[in-house]
């Protein structure tokens, strides 16, 4: 079937477009690098002809919260109407496990915006709910960075593998819509301040990670459960040790 990658040329959105390829199916890749941009409606209608399926992995180039709320809610308004002028019949769209929970992170709040126009469509969909990407962790230090400090906190934290979510996300896509969410995490648990000390220690990061109960994550204080999944999630394969050991020897 011929399946659109909206961001399909980004971290998840390239592993995607190589997997459902190596499936047998017509994975196209739409991004504005490929002509395609969601927020102006330039190249949609092209894109989406013919298409089944329809995965939205693209992500805002601002986390200000304005701007990324401008994005999803201009991004995807616009998608789901070329979708329904297309015909298309599943949208699936990769969303962040613990948005509904700390709705005064601006991120989370434009991620149930977006969320909220995909329930209220007429298109059938699917919403994948992950955790944190192992490719993102140096990332989220840095945002939690105090000059040498970073400072985290000791709850509960299940990062995920890209591979591990590009896998579960294709599976969904080439599924029965489920109209309704599915939670994938990683295979492991840890305490996240734990994890980071570890995890940059591992890299040769020389900052000292301070365990810290107010430390905040994009703004907000976390509680201990907001950012690992519930019951019945779907977990990966890949551990972090592995993919960390995959990562330095450049595979």
Known sequence: MKIVVIGGTGLIGSKLVTRLGE????????????GVNTLTGEGLAEAL??????????????????????????????LLAAEAAAGVGHHVALSVVGTERHPEIG????????ERLIEK????????HATQFFEFV????????????????????????????????????????????????????????????????????????????????????LTERTLVPGDGAVLGEITYADWLGRTSAGG
């Open 107 to 114: 991120y989370f709040r434009a991620k149930i915006a977006q």
């Open 49 to 78: 002809t013919g298409a089944s399926v329809v995965i939205d992995v693209s992500n805002s180039p601002s986390f200000e919260d304005r701007a990324v709320m401008e994005f999803f809610e201009t991004s995807t308004g616009n």
């Open 138 to 221: 140096r990332s989220i230090a840095d945002t939690a960075a105090d000059g040498d400090t970073v400072r985290i906190a000791s709850v509960l934290f299940q990062p995920i593998a890209g591979d591990d979510v590009a896998r579960q996300v294709g599976r969904i896509a080439v599924g029965t819509p489920l109209n309704g969410r599915v939670e994938i995490a990683g295979p492991q648990r840890f305490r996240m301040d734990e994890f980071f000390r570890d995890a940059l220690a591992a890299m040769g990061d020389p900052r000292e990670v301070v365990t810290d109960p107010h430390a905040r994550y994009f703004g907000a204080e």
């Open 121 to 128: 469509s007429s298109i059938p969909f699917s919403l994948v």
């Open 23 to 34: 499936h047998g199916h017509e994975a196209v890749a739409a991004a504005p690098g490929t």
